[in-house]
T-cell receptor
């Protein structure tokens, strides 16, 4: 079973626009991580936010975490064609594994 | 630093056969995890090893097994293959638990 659920399942935006996707989870976590996957290849780690953090930035990425609502969001600003990919949230409940959501497929149109 | 490597990249097997997949973690990383990715079930955790000890195992039948060697390299084995075992198998390594995991390119297994 998957701990996280992403919303929306798919997102299509114009180059230069912002993309926002959300992740909800069910149990207490140690940290939450976001990954990107291009066309069935390996996952690329984007950002890790710990349970005692509320917001984190990395380049054009902004992640928020609300542990009271058990939810997180990933914002990609000024999107580019290269941002076309599937994005996954993964929760670490301090049990030596990551539990992934179903992912959000993002398509950036030129 | 070299990334996580997985071999082979592609495999085609028939039902009933067995398969062994290999993963070499990033140098210095002692934790190795395995995940199965399918269109229907998404990314599912298989097992995690640290210093040759399995610390957690996902909800998979006993046909799925793994091990880790003293150099942190890991293998997973699937015996008596079924059609439903067709998937992308991903290996990830991290320095220790609670940190980001670095994924390899995966092994795409097709069972005919």
């Amino acid at each position: 079973s998957q701990q996280g659920e992403e919303d929306p399942q798919a997102l299509s935006i114009q180059e230069g626009e912002n993309a926002t996707m959300n992740c909800s989870y069910k149990t207490s976590i140690n940290n939450l991580q976001w990954y990107r996957q291009n066309s069935g290849r390996g996952l690329v780690h984007l950002i890790l936010i710990r349970s005692n953090e509320r917001e984190k930035h990395s380049g054009r990425l902004r992640v928020t975490l609300d542990t009271s609502k058990k939810s997180s969001s990933l914002l990609i600003t000024a999107s580019r064609a290269a941002d076309t990919a599937s994005y996954f949230c993964a929760t670490d409940a301090d049990d030596y594994k990551l539990s992934f959501g179903a992912g959000t497929t993002v398509t950036v149109r030129a | 630093k070299a990334g996580v490597t997985q071999t082979p990249r592609y495999l085609i097997k028939t039902r009933g056969q067995q398969v062994t997949l290999s993963c070499s973690p990033i140098s210095g990383h002692r934790s190795v995890s395995w995940y199965q990715q399918t269109p229907g079930q998404g990314l599912q955790f298989l097992f995690e090893y640290f210093s040759e000890t399995q610390r957690n195992k996902g909800n998979f039948p006993g046909r799925f097994s793994g091990r880790q060697f003293s150099n942190s390299r890991s293998e997973m084995n699937v015996s008596t293959l079924e059609l439903g075992d067709s998937a992308l198998y991903l290996c990830a390594s991290s320095f220790t638990s609670g940190n980001e995991q670095f994924f390899g390119p995966g092994t795409r297994l097709t069972v005919l």
